[in-house]
């Protein structure tokens, strides 16, 4: 059964450290969303991404936040200079037939 | 914008017990209804979803009726296992595919 696959599983990094966390979304998937969770709360939108453009965005995904699809598999949220309340579960997922498919989610640790 | 709104946890039950998780939404427009289930450590899963109004979702025991008139989707299972033991959210998805969670309802089943 086709899967959205997550890269790093875990990443622990500094204050301040540029991340960048990694999805594969479904192949045949044309919508693409990053999900937020920090430990102990509700998921939350960050973004959508439609057509190699962002198609909505919510009040967390500011200027440290960007998105990417570099090539035709992988997409890519990149924090630019991470903050400890940048510590999360982060969620890809991918539209088809109606239905988001999750990954298995990327933990982020600042320290 | 749109809200999801769960009964508030974490929900204690004894194998075999009735389960009850409320859910109301507020949306605009004709949004699909979701649950969804996080076991410890792992992401989150596609527990079942309804399209339509009146539509009942089923899976592994659980149902779910979108209910229009009362802007419900309350999770139901008659008689739940410790195998349960899981977080549950409640979830709307719009037109866009954007997704609006519940806080999400800890539920823990004891032999």
């Known amino acids: 059964e086709p899967e959205v696959t997550q890269t790093p599983s875990h990443q622990v990094t500094q204050m301040g450290q540029e991340v960048i966390l990694r999805c594969v979304p479904i192949?045949?998937?044309?919508?693409f969303y990053w999900y937020r969770q920090i430990l102990g709360q509700k998921v939350e939108f960050l973004v959508s991404?439609?057509?190699?453009?962002?198609?909505?965005k919510s009040e967390i995904f500011d200027d440290q936040f960007s998105v990417e699809r570099p090539d035709g598999s992988n997409f890519t949220l990149k924090i630019r200079s991470t903050k400890l309340e940048d510590s999360a579960m982060y969620f890809c997922?991918?539209?088809?037939?109606?239905?988001?498919?999750f990954g298995e989610g990327s933990r982020l640790t600042v320290l | 914008g749109d809200s999801v709104t769960q009964m508030e946890g974490p929900v204690t039950l004894s194998e075999e017990a009735f389960l009850t998780i409320n859910c109301t939404y507020t949306?605009?427009?004709?949004?699909?209804l979701f649950w969804y289930v996080q076991y410890p450590g792992e992401g989150l899963q596609l527990l079942l979803k309804?399209?339509?109004?009146?539509d009942k979702g089923s899976n592994k025991g659980f149902e779910a009726t979108y209910r229009k008139e009362t802007t419900s989707f309350h999770l139901e299972k008659g008689s739940v296992q410790v195998s349960d033991s899981a977080v549950y959210f409640c979830?709307?998805?719009?037109?866009?595919?954007?997704?609006?969670f519940g806080d999400g309802t800890t539920l823990t089943v004891k032999p």
């Open positions: 991404f439609y057509n190699n453009e962002i198609s909505e």
């Open positions: 192949s045949n998937h044309l919508y």
């Open positions: 309804a399209t339509k109004a009146d």
């Open positions: 979830a709307l998805e719009d037109n866009a595919g954007k997704s609006t």
């Open positions: 949306a605009t427009g004709y949004p699909s």
């Open positions: 997922a991918s539209l088809g037939a109606g239905e988001l498919f």
